[in-house]
């Protein structure tokens, strides 16, 4: 079965909405987790890294302030799409991965966002 | 900075056919390499994880081999099925930084009946 639930699986909404995606570890203690953004037949490109209890790490290009992050616990991640627009219409995925470096990712189902 | 390149780029196949997917990665300082599926509009599944100081994992239908050193992992299928369709992608986890997975642009498999 799943071991990271994300939700909404979907999302419409309007122009200059704030949309907010939730990423669960369902069976473990995620100290970190990942923000991915992908578009049509592209593949994964990484936006942030989130630690439990501070600040995320956001890569290079990808705007802090229209995406907040808040890992608020080691089971929840949740990533805040503020004020969207067309142009952030995508597919969201997060993954989650057990405070040691050999252990695998694990990703969640997604969330298709979009913005009319 | 890491770069990862899958070839072939989409495969289709009849079904039965056995398959080999490339994988090749610029930056050998790893600690893992995983390898997923991807049914299209949905998230990832974890297939395989193969740690740096191993050489090959299997599971089931699907064996994965890892030559560190020389940048490159193959993802072979078995006896192909139809419900193996899909895109497959690789990622190495880096050493440097946080540990993050860099992904190749996928292979996308039709294995047809």
């Known amino acids: 079965g799943a071991v990271v639930s994300q939700h909404p699986s979907w999302v419409i909404c309007k122009s200059g909405t704030s949309v907010k995606i939730e990423c669960r570890s369902l069976d473990f203690q995620a100290t970190t987790m990942f923000w991915y953004r992908q578009f049509p037949k592209q593949s994964l490109m990484l936006m942030a890294t989130s630690n439990e209890g501070s600040k995320a790490t956001y890569e290079q290009g990808v705007e802090k302030d229209k995406f907040l992050i808040n890992h608020a616990s080691l089971t929840l991640s949740t990533l805040t799409v503020t004020s969207a627009h067309p142009e952030d219409s995508s597919f969201y995925i997060c993954?989650?991965?057990?405070?040691?470096?050999?252990?695998?990712?694990?990703f969640g189902d997604g969330t298709r966002l979009s913005i009319l | 900075k890491q770069e990862v390149t899958q070839i072939p780029a989409a495969l289709s196949v009849p079904e039965g056919e056995n398959l080999v997917l490339n994988c090749s990665f610029t930056?050998?300082?790893?600690?893992?390499l995983q390898w997923f599926r991807q049914d299209p509009g949905k998230g990832l599944t974890s297939l395989l994880l193969i740690q740096s100081s191993q050489r090959e994992q299997t599971s089931g239908r699907l064996n994965a081999s890892l030559d560190k050193s020389s940048g490159r992992s193959t993802l072979y299928i078995a006896a192909s099925q139809p419900g193996d369709s899909a895109t497959y992608l690789c990622?190495?986890?880096?050493?440097?930084?946080?540990?993050?997975?860099?992904f190749g642009q996928g292979t996308r498999l039709t294995i047809n009946p």
């Open positions: 930056d050998s300082a790893i600690y893992n």
């Open positions: 990622a190495p986890r880096g050493i440097q930084g946080a540990q993050k997975l860099v």
């Open positions: 993954s989650a991965v057990r405070d040691s470096s050999n252990q695998p990712q694990h």
